[in-house]
Nanobody, 122 residues
């Protein structure tokens, strides 16, 4: 069993900062890509940022220059540093990870966290 546990959401004023964390635990052999997605009310879930196991990153255009994704492979943890937050960043943020749980079975599965609310007031 694998779990992703997120933390760090909350309420912040426009222009402020928050740092999200997501730790993977359980039966883990390797973790490939990790990422953050978000879903605002009445909107589809969208990619915010992703990072490969080697550290290559990509970002949604709307957050480039403001958000930074990073990971600590030793801790199976991914972070999202969010600066210069805007009201339109308000959403539930979800962590995602592609995890291989077995040494002997080369199966990679997609896992999601439970989501953490980020609210940016104007």
């Amino acid at each position: 069993q694998v779990q992703l546990v997120e933390s760090g959401g909350g309420l912040v004023q426009a222009g402020g900062s928050l740092r999200l964390s997501c730790a993977a635990s359980g039966t883990i052999f390797t973790i490939n890509d990790m990422g953050w997605y978000r879903q605002a009310p009445l909107k589809q879930r969208e990619l915010v940022a992703r990072i490969t196991s080697g550290g290559t990153t990509n970002y949604a255009d709307s957050v480039k220059g403001r958000f930074t994704i990073s990971r600590d492979n030793a801790k199976n943890t991914v972070y999202l540093q969010m600066n210069s937050l805007k009201p339109e960043d308000t959403a539930v943020y979800y962590c995602n990870a592609q995890i291989r749980g077995s040494v002997t079975v080369p199966l990679i599965s997609d896992y999601w966290g439970q989501g953490t609310q980020v609210t940016v007031s104007s």
